[in-house]
Structures are given as C-alpha cells and as structure tokens.
C-alpha cells in the first residue's frame, strides 16, 4: 500500500494538472488524429534539453536529421517537476512516448502498469542488447520485465586540482591512494587555506564518491537482507564507513558553508581554484575541460583497509533509465517509430556523437574519438580503463526507495557534518525502512 501511495493523487491535483498542461492534453488527440509523417514526445528531466544536455539533443537532431518522417518533439522540466509531472501523467493516461524517470519511481510505475516491458524492443533489436552490458540492463528489469534502458553510462568519483597538489606538495591521489592518505590530504590543505572536497549539501544527492566508499564497506553484500529486514543498515562494517566520514568532517574536509552551499556553487568554487577536490561525475567533464584544462584529474576515492571486501571498484553503472509509455503499444506505426529511435540511440553513430560531448554511452562501443582536447574527459576514459578495477551492479542509492534515498543522502551529510553520530545517521535510513 505504500508504495502505490508514492503514485496516487488526489482529484483536486489531476483536475489542476488537466487544466494547465495543455500541450499533455492535446497529445491524446494528436495520436488519435495524426496520419502519415509521425510524432513522437520525449519527457526530459531538463528545462532546456539543447543547453543542459547537449549530447542527448544532438542525437535526436541526427536522427530527425536521417528519419525525416519521425519527429520528436521533445517536453522538459527541471528535475523534480518532471517527475512529478511523470507521475501525474500517468494517472491521467497522458505519458509521454518516450520518458526520463528517476530509478526510484520507475519500478513504481511499471508495477502499477504505465510502462512498456521493452524486451519486445530487446528481441526485435539483438545488436542493441548486445551493446548493453548485463548489469546495465538488469539494473532497469524487475520480475523479468523491462521497464527501462539506462540513459546514459553513470561515472562519479572526485575531481582534483593537479595545480593545487603541486603548490602545495601534497601527493596526487591515485586509484590505490588509502583513506589514511586522503586524511593527510585535507589536513595539509586545510592549514593552507584551501578547501580539501568540495560539496554542497543543499542538493543532497550530491554525495555520489562518497557512495562508492560505501560500496567498499560490502554494501551489496547486504543490501538485499538489509531491505528484506534480516540485516539492517546500523551493523558493524557501515558504522566503520560512516566513523570515517565523520572524521573527515571534523577535521575540516568540507567548507564550511556545505550546509548552506548547493552543488552548483560548490562548483563553482572549485573551478575558481578555493577547492581541492569535489565530489561530481563525467556531465562535469566538457565545463572542467574548458574552466581548469590540464591541471583536471579524476579519482575514484581511498580504499579502505579495515574490511576485507573489494576495494578495486570504480563506478560505471545505470544512470536513470529511460521508459516508454505502454499507450504506444497501442499505436503500431508510433511503436515502430518508438523503436526505431531507441535503436539509434543505443547504436554506433549515438555512441560517437556521445564520446565527442564528453558523455560515456549506455553501451559498450568504442571510440576513436581525438581526446586530446578533452583532458577531463580522458581521464574518465583512462580510470574506466584502468586494470583489475570493477563496477557494481548500481550506484547504491539507486536500488532504494525515494523515502530510504533520501535518508541515506541526509545521513551520509550528517555525519560528514557532525550532524548526526555515525550510529545515529545509520539508525536513521533503519527507521525509514521500517516504515515500509
């Protein structure tokens, strides 16, 4: 019952929703009455696709450009109205063809029956699950159905300043450096002024190399007795991970102003050289390349030497997948046309157009593509490729429930912050989950 309540509304909220979005509105009798060249929507999570995410704009022009009797008329809004505007949509019968959704409420939906199960689409386009490792495709499948296709290839970790480590003669972190040495790290740059990781804590999803430590500590050893309640998240081996992130934060591993300062901002300071470090992924590699150049390095964070479980993992997985509405198995000629677009999307000249913008695709072709502009970018291609090291099946906060994200994300921050005490960060995300 709970869950169903996450995608319930109230008439009054459907009633106001039907009234203003007149563009969802007329949709339904755009399909009823269209013949010949056909439309198709596509729901982004930005609001202005061609300037937040370029890549994704520009493969849909390349393939208008080589499909000209398929548009695609592309719907954004930031983030959180999108989703919620996804869930209201839903209720109304009035999906876009096409959708970004956030990880968490994509399963939500296909349970509830919105969504179309896209093996139809796997089958009738081998090649393209073929180019879409295993762990990125079963992380958009529950009980056989798949509900989604991973957008894009999800890359965090940190981001340094090789010019800051050179004035101040502090070791480069390389992928091996332990937390020991990170430690040391923040302390030298703290006594010199400069801010050791940057972070904002206003956009509390903001913690994503934080999240690989936590992926160090056997997260997904756990996770599944953790959410079927025989093992819970307060246990020995994230109380040590969440005692480190406290000891970070209390000796000054983050500015001050985090709880104040959002993730843009934090940004910002480190590009303008206050910060060592900060905690991003690859959407940040074309503004770095362009804001700090050569001097930009990526690391996927310290290794930890009190646990015996993996430390070699670096964080390439399913970002939030892409859905298609099941109204569009009810149209042949718009599922065809459906299809034929997420086959480009998923194929070759895609991938290209994606390793040109500084995006890792969804899939697993390679690229020629000169890096030697790109140093941002190339130094995720060259931690991807580095020996031995592994990824996940997830990002670990993609495999929770809204409610249980939301509260690993304030406890991660409580404890950098001191806020909370590690055991009481963790017992924290406990309580959520029993409510479920």
């Not at 450009?65 to 919620?84: Q, S």
């Not at 109380?239 to 992130?245: G, H």
Request: proline share 5%.
């Amino acid at each position: 019952m709970k869950r169903n309540k996450r995608l319930a509304l109230d008439a009054a909220a459907i009633f106001v929703f039907a009234m203003v979005c007149f563009s969802g509105c007329t949709r339904k009798n755009d399909r009823a009455e269209k013949k010949g060249p056909v439309t198709i929507t596509l729901g982004m999570h930005v609001a202005n696709t061609k300037a937040q995410e370029p890549v994704t704009y520009a493969i849909v022009q390349k393939f208008m450009e080589e499909n000209p009797d398929i548009t695609i008329k592309i719907e954004g809004n930031d983030k959180d109205e999108h989703v919620k505007k996804m869930k209201m949509a839903a209720q109304i019968n009035d999906l876009p063809d096409i959708f970004w959704m956030d990880s968490s409420v994509a399963p939500e939906m296909s349970k509830a029956g919105y969504l179309l199960d896209l093996n139809e689409f796997l089958d009738e386009y081998p090649a393209v699950a073929a180019a879409i490792p295993a762990n990125m495709k079963n992380a958009c499948s529950k009980n056989g159905v798949q509900y989604g296709l991973p957008y894009q290839s999800l890359v965090t970790g940190f981001w340094y300043n090789k010019a800051l480590f050179k004035k101040y003669g502090i070791p480069e972190p390389v992928n091996g450096t332990t937390y020991d040495e990170l430690l040391s790290m923040v302390k030298k740059f703290r006594a010199n002024g400069i801010v050791p990781v940057e972070q904002g804590a206003k956009d509390p999803y903001s913690v994503w190399g934080f999240l690989i430590g936590i992926a160090r500590y056997g997260y997904f050893n756990r996770i599944d007795a953790i959410l079927a309640k025989t093992d819970s998240f307060t246990n020995p081996d994230f109380e040590k991970y969440f005692e480190k992130l406290y000891e970070l934060g209390k000796n000054g591993a983050f500015p001050e102003n985090t709880a104040t300062m959002n993730y843009f901002q934090a940004k910002q300071d480190f590009i303008i050289g206050k910060g060592a470090l900060f905690d991003s992924g690859m959407w940040d590699a074309g503004e770095l390349d362009k804001s700090i150049g050569d001097t930009i390095g990526f690391w996927w964070g310290p290794v930890f030497s009190d646990v015996s479980y993996p430390q070699k993992l670096k964080m390439k997985v399913s970002s939030a997948p892409f859905c298609v509405s099941k109204n569009v198995s009810t149209d042949e000629t718009r599922k065809k046309a459906v299809f034929k677009f997420l086959a480009f999307y998923y194929g070759k000249e895609a991938a290209e157009i994606s390793y040109k913008g500084s995006i890792i695709p969804a899939t697993d072709y390679t690229t020629d593509v000169d890096l030697s502009d790109k140093p941002a970018f190339k130094a995720i291609v060259a931690a991807l490729n580095e020996k031995d090291w592994v990824s996940p099946v997830a990002q670990p906060d993609l495999v929770l429930s809204e409610s249980v994200q939301a509260q690993l994300y304030d406890s991660l921050y409580g404890a950098m912050l001191n806020t909370y005490k590690p055991k009481d960060a963790l017992a924290k995300i406990d309580a959520v989950l029993s409510q479920q």
